[in-house]
């Protein structure tokens, strides 16, 4: 189910030079930040869960899923090179699965690595916060990453529509309403890492963690599962 030559293909295409810009910003900002707030307010618990909680994982870890997860297929399905991959012998499940493990790595380092990082900065893990958030934006990159690529398979919009989700649905009504948290991977993720925090109230979900555990493999599964079906109506005649 993992297919070197695609993932090779994928990767390059999602570490270009533009892509890889846009991907680097992100996480020097985050850096950027919290090095300002370590310089101004010293070590303090609660900023550190505040600054990793509301920008890595609100902000920083969907927009950076949507670069990757849209960026892993997006691009081939508008430009038509799709269809000369999916005229070699390659299985489309293979193609999907393939593409996805490029994402959530691209995701992941691209996001759990400055997450730990700046937790670090911010109270050198005081609290197992730095370890906490960076499982969080761990378990999220796998989410995202199936949900944008997804996302990439069945509209020439992803992009756009994947920005909307992530600064609106995540950052912003995932946030502040409350019936919207409970279908919010930001929230499925902090439950994680509120578990892996000890419970030590810098750390709070709205949505349990057994529930929370049970969307995110139910989510990245039926995406990844869709993306498959989608990409087999995209096959060449004759293929399947």
Not at 55 to 74: D, H, N, S, Y
Not at 126 to 143: E, R
Not at 202 to 220: E, F, K, N, R, Y
């Amino acid at each position: 189910m993992y297919h070197p030559t695609v993932a090779r293909l994928t990767y390059r295409a999602l570490l270009g030079r533009r892509r890889a810009a846009i991907l680097f910003l992100l996480p020097g900002l985050l850096l950027l930040i919290a090095a300002a707030v370590r310089a101004f307010n010293g070590a303090d618990d609660q900023i550190a869960a505040d600054v990793l909680g509301g920008f890595a994982l609100a902000t920083m870890v969907p927009l950076i899923g949507v670069i990757a997860g849209t960026g892993a297929i997006g691009p081939e399905i508008d430009d038509g090179s799709i269809v000369y991959l999916l005229a070699k012998p390659v299985k489309r499940p293979t193609i999907i699965v393939t593409k996805l493990t490029v994402a959530i790595a691209v995701t992941m380092v691209f996001s759990a690595i400055p997450t730990f990082l700046a937790g670090l900065i911010l109270n050198g893990n005081g609290q197992q916060i730095a370890i906490s958030y960076t499982i969080a934006a761990l378990v999220a990159s796998i989410a995202y990453s199936s949900l944008f690529l997804l996302l990439g398979t069945i509209s020439r919009h992803a992009v756009v529509i994947g920005l909307v989700y992530a600064l609106v649905w995540e950052a912003l009504f995932g946030t502040l309403i409350e019936g919207a948290r409970t279908l919010s991977v930001q929230q499925w993720s902090l439950a994680v890492a509120q578990k892996a925090s000890g419970d030590n109230g810098m750390i709070a979900s709205d949505v349990g963690l057994p529930v929370a555990v049970t969307l995110l493999v139910a989510v990245t599964v039926a995406a990844t599962w869709y993306a498959g079906q989608k990409l087999r109506t995209l096959a060449p005649a004759g293929e399947e």
